[in-house]
Each structure stands twice: as structure tokens, then as C-alpha cells.
């Protein structure tokens, strides 16, 4: 029997524990850039790899749920122009799960490829599109100094997630049994 169940309770614990991650990473792994507020971020290779196990809703809520964390022990204060960004990163990702079909146990060129333009396309949509656009929206920030930062992080995170991101699903691929690997014997 097939359960078709939204959230499942496999995925509400990887929701809690990615977000707890994300937390953790976004904190304590992350290097600054010179540009006020915006540092070179690892949290989200780790955000996309959960987003590609488990989804877009998943992957969005690790987004918003970790970064609301992050930025309320970094600054006392969420951030949600950002927050929703980091959403949107989860998001996008996430629907790279049944085409790239890591659970069985593949990895190559073309799953690679593939989840590269997901990625970019989630970056630049996040951060030179939403982030800087909700910034003058909500907190009436300048222009030039918003679409600065969200360059800024979209590039950095598109260099984090290609490199690190794609580590983490290759590795993570090499732990599952290729599908059509086990033969029956006579």
C-alpha cells in the first residue's frame, strides 16, 4: 500500500534535524565576504543535498525554519526578506528529486548537470531577484547596496552548492545500491 501522505514523519524529523543543521552551519561555517551582512554560506550545499532527498517542501522549509534560527541567534532579529530566499533556494532544488532519482543509487555526468542548473537557477532566482526585491519592499533598503549583496551571496552559493552540494549527492549516491545491480541466482 502506497502512502501518499504530504508529510510523512520521515520527512518532518529531516525537516527539524536539516533545520537544526542549517542552523548550526550557517553560524559556525561560514566565511565573510568584505560585503556588509553576506558571508560564503556551506549551509546550503547541505540544503540542497536534504532538498534532493526529500523534496521541495522539504527543502523550503529547512530553508525558512533554519535561516529564521540563524539570523534570530546571529542578530536577535529574523530577516525574512532573506529567510523567504532561502526558501525559494529549498524550493527550487527540490524539485530536482524525481529527475535526478539519487535514490537509486546514480550519480553521474548528467545527474550532475542536471542538478547544477536546478541549483543555479535557484540562486538566481533567491538572491538576485527575491532577497534584493523584498528588501526594498519590506525594509525599504537601497537598491544598489541589495542588488549588490544578493549578487553577491547568488554567486557564492551557486560556487558553495556546485562544488560542495554536488560532493555531498555524489557521496551520498555511492551509499545506495545501484537500481537493477542485485541479480536473482538459478
Known amino acids: 500500500m502506497k502512502n501518499n501522505k504530504t508529510l510523512s514523519i520521515r520527512t518532518i524529523v529531516a525537516i527539524g534535524i536539516g533545520s537544526a543543521v542549517f542552523l548550526i552551519l550557517g553560524r559556525f561555517a561560514s566565511i ?13 550545499a547541505f540544503l540542497a543535498l536534504m532538498a534532493v532527498l526529500y ?3 522539504a527543502g523550503a522549509s529547512i530553508g ?3 535561516h529564521t534560527l540563524k539570523d534570530i541567534t546571529a542578530y536577535g532579529s529574523p530577516w525574512f526578506s532573506w529567510i523567504i530566499a532561502s526558501a525559494v533556494v ?7 528529486v524525481k529527475a535526478l532519482k539519487l535514490q537509486d543509487g546514480y550519480f553521474g555526468k548528467k545527474q550532475l548537470i542536471l542538478f547544477n542548473v536546478f541549483q ?5 532566482m533567491a538572491w538576485g531577484i ?25 554567486i557564492s552559493n551557486i ?3 556546485g562544488v560542495l552540494g554536488s560532493i555531498l549527492l555524489a557521496s551520498y549516491a555511492k551509499t545506495r545500491i545501484k ?8
Open 32 to 44: 565573510p565576504t568584505g560585503i556588509p551582512n553576506t558571508e560564503i554560506q556551506t549551509a546550503y
Open 55 to 57: 523534496g521541495p517542501l
Open 64 to 66: 525558512f525554519i533554519g
Open 90 to 96: 529549498g524550493l527550487i532544488i527540490g524539485f530536482s
Open 120 to 124: 543555479v537557477i535557484a540562486n538566481g
Open 130 to 154: 527575491v532577497a534584493p526585491t523584498l528588501d526594498i519592499l519590506i525594509y525599504a533598503e537601497p537598491s544598489n547596496k541589495v542588488y549588490i549583496q544578493g549578487a553577491v551571496s547568488g
Open 159 to 161: 560556487i558553495t552548492i
Open 179 to 186: 537500481t537493477g545491480s542485485l541479480k536473482l541466482e538459478d
